[in-house]
């Protein structure tokens, strides 16, 4: 009851999809926990000065690629579904399309905090945002969260080295 979560269709031409959308369809969100985990562990520059490209990426906007912008047009009834997704993903009333550029305030917003260091306060606005009563995140999520290390598969490909994720996620 009240749970923000609801099915989209998608189409994809011959055939369409149901997708769930909405906070109560949102999953615990660990990229970046693992990305700040593999700065930590492998980086050599600070975190800001590792973050101010995406910093000035999202804040100054770039321009969509065919490919992304391909998948936006399939993806165009999640992406305007709400009015907030509907201002990023189609500023001109219709979904950007390839060459159209991409801004996001909010996300410059907020990898500014992380470079900060304030990731407890992130924390606890996932958890206003995307809790009980319209989503299902809860405090145990996020005190139960983790990032996984796995040894590499290696591959030699001509003088390259390439490190590839182990089975399953191959």
Same mark, same amino acid.
């Given at each position: ?15 369409? =999809?149901?997708?769930?959308?909405g ?41 969509l ?11 165009e009834?999640?992406?305007?579904l709400t009015?907030?997704?509907? $201002? ?7 979904? &950007? /399309? $390839?060459?159209?550029i991409f /801004?996001?305030?909010? &996300? ?6 992380v ?8 924390q606890?606005?996932?958890?206003s945002?995307?809790g009980l009563?319209?989503?299902?995140? *809860? ?5 139960? =969260? =983790?990032?996984?290390?796995?040894t ?17 996620? *191959?």
């Amino acid at each position: 009851e009240g749970l923000d979560f609801l099915g989209v269709e998608v189409s994809f031409g011959p055939t369409t =999809q149901i997708f769930h959308a909405g906070r109560g369809a949102t999953a615990f969100p660990n990229l970046l926990p693992g990305l700040l985990a593999m700065q930590r562990d492998q980086g050599r520059l600070p975190l800001a000065t590792v973050m101010q490209p995406a910093i000035e990426f999202a804040e100054n906007g770039v321009p969509l690629s065919a490919q992304v912008a391909g998948i936006a047009n399939i993806l165009e009834p999640i992406l305007t579904l709400t009015n907030e997704t509907r $201002a990023l993903f189609a500023p001109h009333g219709h979904v &950007l /399309k $390839a060459g159209e550029i991409f /801004k996001s305030p909010d &996300l410059a917003h907020l990898l500014r905090r992380v470079a900060s260091g304030e990731l407890t306060l992130i924390q606890n606005e996932l958890l206003s945002h995307f809790g009980l009563p319209l989503g299902r995140l *809860s405090a145990a999520d996020l005190a139960a =969260q =983790q990032v996984l290390t796995h040894t590499p598969v290696m591959v030699r490909l001509g003088d390259y080295d390439v490190a590839l994720n182990p089975p399953p996620s *191959s």
